[in-house]
Structure formats: structure tokens, C-alpha cells
């Protein structure tokens, strides 16, 4: 651009003073000094660009004691995508923070239901498969926790947004919604499955009986 606009000038110049060499001698000296590119290229230093300034040639040199954020190395509650199995205790606590962290976090694509219907998908984000598919049904906890920490997809990494214990917390919360829409009756307390068995179906239950 700077090229263009010292042709420009030089342009109008000679159209103006075509009878006076000596004029458009000076004109080109003092055009073209005025296109010089200092500030283009000034001595600087380039990101992830070696440097003379530390013994390793390194760009930049972490604080002593500098503590990595996010790391897989310091999850000490990862496990396999394969793993099926839970690595803390199982805890109504753990559900309750797991429904609190997922409201947060995943209902706005999920769905409070874990279906897909979540707030932005409803405006035109890609939907996601519902957790009550077969296929999600059968993966084991260990691939949902690897989805929140690594991402998958559309869905972004949230190793650094949410700890680990909160991660399983989401997890089991998640493990929870699929077991409601699909829960065997017979597997439920006795007062709990007279409570269900006694209400018509389509008839939402009362406040307090879930």
C-alpha cells in the first residue's frame, strides 16, 4: 500500500514538471526516502522464534515454580475412555454438585434432559446426539469423562474450566439422566414403585415424588 501511494505521487509529479529534469531529480530522492519501511521492518521478536536472550535459545523462560494449568499429567482421576467403572465414590453430594456444574456448563447444548434440545441448539447450533441413544447408553463413564476433558467435535475442551471431581460429578449426573428415562421399575424401593405404578401414564408426578 505504501508502494502504491509513493507511485501515486510520483505520478502526479512528473504530469506537473515534465520540462525540468533537475526538479524531478530532487522529487525522486525525496519521494523515495519518504518510502522507506522502518516500521515494518524494525528488529523485533517474532512469537515461538528462538532467542539469543536465554542460554536455550528459548522465546521465553517460565517463572520459577511455574505450575502447569490443566494438565493431564496432574489428573490424578483420569482414567481410560474404556474404563466403565467410577473413581470416587458415587454420592447423592456428587449429584447434586454433578446437576449444579451440568445446569452451568452442558445444558445450554445438551438440554436439561440430556436430549439435545439445549438453548442454543434452538437457535441454530448443531444439535447433539441425545445421551438416551443406545449407543451413548452402553459407552462407558470412562468416554464421557474424556469428551468433557478433551472435547469432541463441535464441543470444546473443558479441562480447563472444570476440576477433575467436578468432571466425574457431571459424568455421574449425566449416568443419572439416562437411568431416568429408562429405569426399571422393579429395580426401585417398594414405596417408590407403588408411587409409580399407581400413577396413570401421561400424569406428571406431584411435587416431592421423584
Known sequence: MVFSMCLTRLRLLFAARRSTPAFLLVV??????????????????????????????????????????????????????DDPNFPVALTPELLARGKERYTIYCSVCHGALGDGNGMIVRRGYRTPPSYHIERLRRAPVGHFYDVVTHGFGLMPEYATLIPPRDRWAIVAYVRALQISQYANVAQLPPEHRQRVESTPSGTPPQEGSR
Not at 29 to 55: E, V
Not at 61 to 66: A, D, K, L, N, R
Open 28 to 81: 525522486l530522492s525525496i519521494a523515495f526516502s519518504a518510502c522507506r519501511q522502518d516500521m515494518a521492518d524494525q528488529p523485533k521478536q517474532k512469537p515461538l522464534t528462538a532467542s539469543l536472550f536465554f542460554a536455550d535459545g528459548s522465546a521465553r523462560q517460565p517463572v520459577e515454580g511455574t505450575v502447569p494449568h490443566g494438565s493431564i499429567e496432574d489428573d490424578h482421576l483420569n482414567v481410560s475412555p
